[in-house]
């Protein structure tokens, strides 16, 4: 154990100025301040009240992991979490995975360490398999994204239904010829929402054609693109589902550009219901999701699993989705078909 | 120093199969690994491996402190440190203040308990006073945020240049009422961008009238607010200088709903040159941050700093800001007065 004497001894001062330092008193020269510093720093000397805390069992620091917060939808629910953490006690630290293997597993190591008291993975990059090896240094929640086969509490929201409901609308309205856009990294929470798009499809007789999928959209510059590609096309589809109102954003800011009525000849539906739909001129039809109710659940349930000790346990809970419908996909009267 | 046979005593169970949960090797029941977790939490047990990594010195992990990431200028400020640091081989973390004084303490605290290497403040809300107590426990450098007393490295943009430039391009379209909308919280970058705004007007021999101030202003929603206030006023601004796109993207909202013409009877301009500045019916006029460079910079300096041991040492950076006309502020033909 490194000592207040050692960083004395190597930097050449007296043990009161080594404490004067430590403690940020008054009246001692910089060049004497540096001398500590890097006496400490060279001895890896942490001060005593910081030490003792180092070995409380307790943090009281929970992290989260998301994609990237450039995406609001991960924007809102951070800020939800941090709300609902700092109402119970908890500080909340924030990691960005960046769609990265090996960033997520550095970010893991925070458990292994110690250095918080659980995890709320709202991000899944590795196999689970690998993720459920940090499962004995402390209780893992997912939220938002899932893998079935995980033995931990997920929170998530119905993407089946999401997609179902988005995809029923856009037919109702007449709709034949649908494009899919969705951002294309592996995730569970795009894939339900495929299921359930091409259930809807199905129950109108139709089949999703691969020629209308757009699989790498998270963003509105992507929508952009989108658009043009589609402008591009012989026989373009008529209606867009997507997996963001950011895409949807580009993808009518695209149509605007080339003079393309939404949703006279192309409707467009968003998702997540965020503030940018509700501004763009068309405003964007889109599926509500309720990101501060999923947000404040998976906080609770980390929080009364570390205080339980009670983990792993598989727990299920699943919030509705709910659509909205602005004037993006409206172009004459509600059809109910 | 707890050991792997303490928590084998507690548990009632072997050492190999303490080890083989700790392992994460496969046919151990259910039960057991229970147990074991149980033990190894009450005892506060930490494997070996992470007691070995938590005595060496360097984390290899920085962190950032920002005011709220729904904000979308911290999404990008944050995504650019975090390529900057996964380049350089750190790992981000990632913290809100909330613009919470006490949460901002706690989040220092990690460089207190050694569990980062240094950080990054792009939020300030106690008095620098307060948190230079934390200079002993390792680099601090401020991004955006600033206070010039500080003795740390400071990388900032010149926000004085980048009120006056938009307020002059206001001026010379002919306004003469022109309203001033900014965040609330007491911040040094709002302060000089204020300073910025009142150059400009006093060169055209005008002073700011208190009732065109709008002080708590940092949302699309806030800005539809505003709106409604201005639209009741007597004597209405003709131009709004505001602190953030979306606090524009908000007024031009609410000026639509209420069938007021932007630019032709109120004219605004926007802050950061944000994607929605590009995609509002008007698009914005607007002034550009270079949020990626000043992050690359702010990670380069804390790594070197980190690095060096060379702390703390007063250094300033600073970028410059740019106009960037678009439709929001011009009715008529372009005027440089």
């Not at 001895?43 to 990237?68: D, E, H």
């Not at 993407?159 to 709709?175: E, V």
């Not at 999703?208 to 402008?231: D, M, P």
Request: aromatic fraction near 8%.
């Amino acid at each position: 154990m490194v000592t207040i004497d050692d960083v004395a001894r190597l930097a050449g001062l007296s043990k009161s100025t080594v404490s004067r330092v430590i403690n940020n008193y008054p009246h001692v020269s910089p060049a004497k301040k540096q001398k500590v510093y890097q006496a400490m720093d060279a001895l890896g000397y942490v001060p005593n009240s910081s030490a003792r805390s180092l070995r409380n069992k307790k943090t009281q620091m929970i992290a989260v992991l998301v994609p990237r917060l450039m995406n609001p939808f991960f924007g809102q629910l951070v800020e939800s979490m941090e709300i609902e953490a700092t109402k119970n006690g908890f500080q909340l630290l924030i990691c960005q995975t960046m769609y990265s293997k090996e960033t997520e597993l550095g970010h893991l190591e925070l458990l292994k360490m110690k250095q918080v008291d659980g995890m709320i993975l709202a991000s899944l990059e590795n196999e689970w398999e690998t993720v459920s090896e940090y499962l004995p240094y402390g209780p893992l929640v997912m939220c938002n994204e899932f893998e079935d086969s995980a033995n931990i509490p997920i929170i998530k929201l119905d993407q089946i239904h999401g997609g179902y409901i988005a995809t029923k609308h856009l037919l109702r309205q007449g709709h034949r010829k649908l494009a899919y856009c969705t951002g294309g990294h592996k995730s569970m929470v795009g894939q339900h929402r495929k299921i359930g798009f091409e259930k809807a499809l199905k129950e109108h007789g139709l089949t999703f054609e691969n020629r209308y999928g757009f699989f790498s959209a998270y963003s509105i510059e992507h929508g952009i693109e989108v658009f043009k590609q589609i402008h591009q096309m012989k026989d373009p589809p008529t209606a867009v589902f997507t997996g963001s109102d950011e895409v949807a954003a580009g993808i009518i800011t695209g149509a605007k550009e080339y003079g393309v009525d939404v949703p006279g000849e192309l409707s467009v539906i968003g998702f997540d219901n965020q503030v940018i739909s509700k501004i763009m001129d068309p405003k964007i039809s889109t599926v509500e999701q309720p990101i501060e109710l999923m947000a404040q659940q998976s906080i609770q349930v980390l929080i009364e699993t570390i205080k339980s000790k009670d983990f792993p346990k598989r727990e299920r809970y699943e919030f509705p989705l709910e659509l909205i419908i602005r004037e993006s996909t409206v172009s004459g009267p509600l059809r109910a078909v």
